[in-house]
T-cell receptor
Framework: DAKTTQPNSMESNEEEPVHLPCNHS???????IHWYRQLPSQGPEYVIH???SNVNNRMASLAIAEDRKSSTLILHRATLRDAAVYYC????????????????FGQGTILTVHP | DAGITQSPRHKVTETGTPVTLRCHQT?????MYWYRQDPGHGLRLIHY???????DKGEVSDGYSVSRSKTEDFLLTLESATSSQTSVYFC???????????FGDGTRLSIL
C-alpha cells in the first residue's frame, strides 16, 4: 500500500478554518484519497474522499494537488466537536477479483481545538 | 448513522478462555470487517467477510476465527485468549468495497 505522511499534531481555535495536510508522493493512478477521523472513545468516522478533483461535502472540503502527491483536508469552521485524530488513507480502486477494500490506517494527526 | 452494534462493549477475561465478540448490522451491507486498534499500530485488519459464509484473513489473523451465518451478524472468536489480544476491537461495514466503511463504537477487551 502507498504510504501517507501527516503531522503528528495540529492546533486550532474554535470557529477558525483548519487545514490538515497529507503527503502521498508514491500514490498510484487508481488510488483514491480517503479521510477518516476518530473522536475519543469512538470508532473511525468517514469524512470525505476524492481522486483528482477537489471535493466538498457537509463535513469538509478536500483539496488535491494537481500532481496528486499531496492533499489537504479543510474544516471551514472548527468546533470543539472536531477535536479528533484525522487519518489520511490511500485506497486503490478494486474493479474485481478477491481484493476486499481494506483500509490501512497510519498514526494520523491529532487535532486540538481551543475554545 | 449506520446501524452497527458491537457487543459486548467491554469485557475482562482470563488468559486461556474463549471469547466471542459480535457485530450486528441493520443495513443489509455485504462486506463486514474486524479491526483491532493498539497504541503505536493504528487499526489493523483481522478478518473480513464478503458475504454469508464467505470470509477471509486480514493482516493479523493468527489466534482469531470468524463466522458469518447470516447477513446481519459477524462473529469474532478468540479460541484461547492471550494477553497480546488485549485491544480495542472495531467492526466496520460497507455495501461496496470501493465505498467508505462505517464503523461501530468498538469493544474494549482486556485479557489478564
Amino acid at each position: 500500500d502507498a504510504k501517507t505522511t501527516q503531522p503528528n499534531s495540529m492546533e486550532s481555535n474554535e470557529e477558525e478554518p483548519v487545514h490538515l495536510p497529507c503527503n502521498h508522493s508514491t500514490i498510484s493512478g487508481t488510488d483514491y484519497i480517503h479521510w477518516y477521523r476518530q473522536l475519543p472513545s469512538q470508532g473511525p468516522e468517514y469524512v470525505i474522499h476524492g481522486l483528482t478533483s477537489n471535493v466538498n461535502n457537509r463535513m469538509a472540503s478536500l483539496a488535491i494537488a494537481e500532481d496528486r502527491k499531496s492533499s489537504t483536508l479543510i474544516l471551514h469552521r472548527a468546533t470543539l466537536r472536531d477535536a479528533a485524530v484525522y487519518y489520511c488513507i490511500l485506497r486503490g480502486f478494486n474493479a474485481g477479483g478477491t481484493s476486499y477494500g481494506k483500509l490501512t490506517f497510519g498514526q494520523g494527526t491529532i487535532l486540538t481545538v481551543h475554545p | 448513522d449506520a446501524g452497527i452494534t458491537q457487543s459486548p462493549r467491554h469485557k475482562v477475561t482470563e488468559t486461556g478462555t474463549p471469547v466471542t465478540l459480535r457485530c450486528h448490522q441493520t443495513e443489509n451491507h455485504r462486506y463486514m470487517y474486524w479491526y483491532r486498534q493498539d497504541p503505536g499500530h493504528g487499526l489493523r485488519l483481522i478478518h473480513y467477510s464478503y458475504g454469508v459464509k464467505d470470509t477471509d484473513k486480514g493482516e493479523v489473523s493468527d489466534g482469531y476465527s470468524v463466522s458469518r451465518s447470516k447477513t446481519e451478524d459477524f462473529l469474532l472468536t478468540l479460541e484461547s485468549a492471550t494477553s497480546s489480544q488485549t485491544s480495542v476491537y472495531f467492526c466496520a461495514i460497507t455495501d461496496d468495497r470501493n465505498q467508505p466503511q462505517h464503523f461501530g463504537d468498538g469493544t474494549r477487551l482486556s485479557i489478564l
